[in-house]
């Protein structure tokens, strides 16, 4: 009998030591099935009656700047700056295109006279067909010097003596025609050049100046964060592009037409030269 306890006592204790870890592991079946709770951080707060975070305005107009934001919001003093560089700028590029188009269009006729002049016509029948029309700087210097040439001979054939004069006369009234036309050519070129030189500088106030606004701006607000400093300062240095930009084409186009002008009035001497050579040899012969 009492065997028979023990061994019934030792069969439960045996039992519950199995049963206890399974009853452990089925423990949360019966917790409450609701969702968890977490336990993350939690999300800011939305804003409330409009606040945002400090230096949100100043870092989305750094993210919208564009050329059209930075003069609207420039300085009235800047925005002048703008405006003066704008008009040079256009300006210039007027007389860039039109002394492009005249320069090749000179280049073509002093072309197309030079090969009618040796192309074996009488001196006088040139003279007809060009003193009515003359439309470029060598024919009319052809013209001044053939019209002296004539007036030589108004009253007859000159004495040998009366020569040298005529011929001083003929190359006189060529030069003088010469410096006319070229003079002529460099009309609106000195527009050019102070735009080149003077447009930097020009853009550089307006820089210095809007940089001085953003200043007192930044020590008005007391924040120096770099979204808040980079929008006024990129306007101020916008002036600068804008007077580099109008001065760059100048200068390069100033230079290229001046060359262009030295090269002209070298063909334009030679050909005075030339002429004055041959009337030179014509005037010698009749005179004997």
Excluded: C
């Excluded at 409009?50 to 009235?76: L, Q």
């Excluded at 925005?79 to 704008?86: E, F, R, S, T």
């Amino acid at each position: 009998m009492n065997l028979h306890r023990t061994v019934v006592a030792a069969l439960a204790a045996l039992t519950l030591s199995f049963a206890t870890p399974a009853l452990a592991q089925r423990a949360p079946s019966a917790a409450p099935t609701g969702a968890p709770v977490e336990t993350g951080d939690m999300a800011p707060a939305p804003a409330v009656n409009g606040d945002i975070t400090p230096g949100a305005d100043a870092a989305a107009d750094a993210g919208r700047f564009s050329i059209v934001s930075a003069v609207e919001r420039a300085d009235p003093v800047v925005k002048v700056v703008m405006g003066i560089l704008l008009i040079a700028s256009l300006w210039s590029w007027t007389i860039i295109i039109n002394k492009w188009l005249a320069f090749g269009t000179l280049k073509r006729r002093a072309t197309k006279f030079e090969k009618t002049f040796w192309s074996g016509q009488s001196l006088d029948e040139l003279y007809q067909q060009f003193a009515a029309k003359a439309d470029h700087p060598m024919a009319v210097t052809f013209v001044s010097a053939l019209r002296e040439w004539r007036r030589a001979f108004e009253g007859g054939a000159p004495r040998e003596a009366a020569v040298p004069g005529v011929k001083d006369r003929i190359e006189k009234a060529m030069s003088v025609t010469i410096l006319r036309e070229t003079d002529g050519l460099e009309n609106q070129l000195g527009f050019l050049a102070t735009v080149g030189s003077v447009s930097p500088f020009i853009g550089l106030f307006g820089t210095v100046w809007g940089i001085m606004n953003s200043f007192t701006a930044i020590a008005a607000q007391h924040n120096t964060t770099l979204a808040v400093v980079a929008p006024g300062i990129a306007e101020a240095l916008f002036a600068t592009a804008m007077g580099l930009l109008a001065a760059i084409p100048a200068v390069i186009f100033y230079n290229r037409f001046v060359n262009e002008i030295g090269r002209y009035t070298t063909r334009l001497d030679a050909f005075a030269d030339e002429f004055s050579v041959i009337l030179s040899r014509q005037l010698d012969e009749k005179a004997r």
